[in-house]
């Protein structure tokens, strides 16, 4: 049996050699091939994983380094499974280097000094996302520093039912802290409670918390801080019809402070672009559900671009990395680590990272049903919860084993003496079908745990001052908003993104064939219709009726999805104080008007000669105003309806029946209407659209159409002006009247 061992290890040495010097027969190879060998005995230490690690795309000098690097990393690592093959041992150094594990695996125990030494994985070096490009370090910009402290935050919402409200607990008693330089992780299961800690921390909530103190240098929040805090949401809210160097520059034209020129901030937009490595996508469209656009690594780049773009003092992400595959999350959590090594506060929610990931975290929370479960160095979280008896069984990531205890599941964990002497005893309430804790003992147990060992020595922490000027402290507490653009730059910028953003839709292919068939079809129905007699004029009255309905009819419709579309962008800029919400609703609407005013030209162009209306100068571009006086004022109750409603299904109802109610009143179907009734005809646009037209098509012939009388047209075109005014007015006080989710 020994001369069986003995003649495996050869064979597999005799391999190893081969192996090496087949490699060494490589020139290249020669000058790095010693690189990568470890110190003590074999074991991988920090400076030569790194090493190890360092021959990855984008480092180094080109194709041919990369070869070199790679080559020079296989040989260190054959030297290194050389070194440990007699004794055995490599295979278990290789698997817990690899795992980077804190704890004891079962069978045997890794010393104290080898657990310091195994984490394979620097701060420095990482394999490159290969759609990133190389990675440029972060620069180093002086900015405010701001120690975030939170204690015994408590959250509660109030579920409204048929009769009776009821109180629900989200968040309960959460203390901790993070100071400039650290990354500090929220951790914990679906429902935990993650996102409305974040939303809390970040001033993105109107609610204020049950109990508790949120603290940002000593002092609370205050509209200053808008300006100092980045906030990356979960979903990417992105314009998807604009580049992603477009989407950086208004962003940097928006926020950043006015001492800033406008070339400086292109500049600025520019830089952040080569920082998160972007620069190979950067006139590719950011894209969406129905338009290609940039992968989701780099849109999720993009907007964490948006945020740090203003140099922030605190960053706020909620799961940067969900969705995302491993290699660009761990770019992702890389890039926070340089964003705080710049002397920034970094806060992030993360579901289930891997273990690479969790190694990134400098702090980290554990959060189970509202409950704080942990505070403390990412580091030595195992060792917490191996210390009040809770370790695996095997092999784990360090992050899935946290998480399985904060949901109750204690397969392959071992448990305390204290929980499995409740089960042993019989205890109905602690025991499970399978003769094991329940999962809300277990958490009981969990945090009363950390209230008893851990919880007031943090509290205590964080009663000490920390170590800033008074006038840093005092400088957070200014109420004072700061804009980065005044109000015109606002307007300007705003409108041409509107522009930028909106030119795809309007001018889509469908769009434009809907507006000319419809056009065809009226021309070739009413083709080169006649006014000699009664009879065919009230034939063609009932073309300028279709004209006067069609583009009522048209512009509502389109104008509804305007706000409710927008909510979510809305939400987020005005959370920022990107901009003055005047500024916004004046260039929405405005940006709207050159694109809303081409299709009708066409239309009437092909409709107007086709029906044979009449032909003159004058006539001609007098009906072209009052069509597009008619759009505009359509187009602001539209405006008003999605506004007030902000929900797509009951803004078309609504919609609907109001626009089905201004056609019947409006003079052609009903002449003579009831008293009662009668005022609703003034309420139409329609009904004022249509009197001008007949107003420009007959005056010359006949005072009376269908019943209407046609007099000078000013009481007409004075109430379609008073309508696209007062409808933009209502649908401007319900957006300042809507509550934003972000509480802007």
């Not at 009522?552 to 104008?559: D, E, I, Q, R, S």
């Amino acid at each position: 049996m020994e001369k069986a061992n003995t003649s495996l290890v050869r064979t597999k040495s005799d391999q190893l050699v081969e192996s090496m010097v087949a490699a060494l027969k490589s020139p290249a190879s020669s000058d790095h091939s010693a690189n990568g060998v470890a110190e003590g005995g074999g074991t991988l230490s920090r400076k030569s994983s790194r090493r190890l690690t360092g021959a990855s795309p984008g480092r180094g000098g080109g194709k041919n380094a990369h070869i070199r690097k790679s080559r020079s990393a296989q040989i260190s690592q054959m030297k290194l499974e050389l070194d440990d093959v007699s004794s055995g041992a490599a295979l278990s150094r290789a698997s817990s280097a690899s795992l980077g594990l804190s704890f004891s695996f079962t069978g045997f125990t890794m010393p104290p000094e080898e657990i310091a030494d195994s984490k394979p994985f620097s701060d420095d070096d990482i394999p490159e996302d290969i759609e990133a490009g190389p990675r440029t370090k972060f620069q180093t910009e002086p900015t405010l520093p701001i120690y975030l402290k939170f204690t015994d935050v408590a959250y509660k919402i109030v579920i409204k039912g048929m009769t009776t409200s009821v109180e629900k607990d989200i968040l309960n008693g959460i203390t901790g802290s993070v100071n400039p330089g650290e990354v500090l992780a929220l951790m914990g299961p679906s429902g935990s409670g993650k996102t409305t800690l974040l939303n809390l921390l970040g001033g993105r909530l109107s609610q204020p918390i049950s109990g508790g103190s949120i603290t940002y240098n000593d002092q609370p929040y205050s509209k200053f801080l808008k300006s100092r805090i980045g906030f990356v949401t979960q979903d990417d809210v992105l314009f998807p019809h604009l580049t992603v160097k477009e989407t950086l520059t208004y962003a940097a034209r928006l926020r950043l402070p006015k001492t800033f020129t406008k070339e400086q901030k292109e500049k600025r937009a520019l830089d952040v672009i080569y920082e998160l490595g972007l620069e190979r996508c950067q006139d590719t469209m950011i894209g969406g559900s129905f338009v290609r656009g940039v992968s989701g690594g780099e849109r999720k780049r993009v907007c964490i671009g948006n945020e740090i773009i203003i140099n922030p003092s605190l960053l706020f992400l909620d799961e940067p990395t969900s969705g995302l595959d491993s290699t660009t999350a761990l770019r992702i959590v890389q890039m926070l680590q340089d964003i705080a090594e710049a002397g920034k506060t970094v806060v992030t929610t993360i579901h289930q990272p891997s273990s690479r990931l969790f190694h990134k975290f400098d702090k980290l929370i554990l959060l189970g049903k509202g409950s704080l479960l942990y505070f403390g160095k990412a580091s030595e979280a195992m060792n917490y919860f191996q210390s009040v008896g809770c370790s695996p069984l095997i092999s784990m990531n360090p992050a899935e084993f946290l998480l399985d205890l904060a949901n109750g599941n204690i397969n392959d964990v071992s448990l305390p003496s204290e929980l499995e002497d409740k089960v042993q005893m019989g205890n109905a309430e602690a025991e499970t079908h399978s003769g094991k804790p329940s999962p809300a003992v277990l958490h009981e147990y969990l945090v009363e745990a950390y209230e008893t060992r851990v919880a007031e020595t943090e509290k205590k922490r964080l009663m000490v001052p920390i170590p800033l000027d008074e006038a840093l402290k005092t400088k957070v507490s200014s109420h004072k908003r700061q804009w980065g653009a005044s109000w015109d730059e606002q307007y300007s910028i705003l409108f041409w993104r509107g522009i930028k953003e909106r030119r795809h839709d309007y001018f889509s292919w469908l769009r434009i064939t809907q507006v000319l068939s419809t056009a065809v079809i009226l021309g070739l129905l009413w083709w080169q219709s006649d006014t000699k007699n009664p009879k065919d004029l009230q034939d063609q009255a009932g073309l300028l009726f279709f004209i006067a309905v069609f583009w009522g009819f048209f512009p509502v419709f389109t104008a509804i999805f305007t706000f409710p579309q927008e909510r979510a962008m809305l939400s987020k800029e005005r959370a920022a104080d990107m901009y003055r919400l005047s500024a916004y609703f004046l260039a929405r609407t405005t940006s709207d008007l050159p694109l809303d005013l081409i299709l009708p030209v066409l239309f009437l162009l092909v409709v107007y000669f086709m029906a044979g209306l009449r032909l003159s100068v004058a006539p001609f571009f007098l009906t072209i105003l009052t069509v597009f006086l008619c759009i505009v004022a359509a187009q602001g109750l539209g405006l008003a309806i999605g506004a007030t409603l902000m929900d797509l299904k009951r803004a078309t109802t609504l919609a609907s029946v109001t626009v089905m109610t201004f056609m019947l009143a409006g003079g052609f179907f009903v002449q003579r209407v009831p008293v009662f009734f009668s005022w609703i005809r003034y309420m139409s646009f329609n009904y004022h659209t249509y009197k001008l037209l007949l107003k420009v098509q007959y005056e010359h012939i006949t005072p009376t159409v269908n019943g209407i009388r046609i007099d000078n047209g000013t009481t007409e075109v004075a109430a379609l002006i008073a309508m696209v005014f007062s409808y933009r007015f209502l649908a401007y006080l319900s957006l300042r009247r809507m509550k934003l989710q972000s509480g802007a």
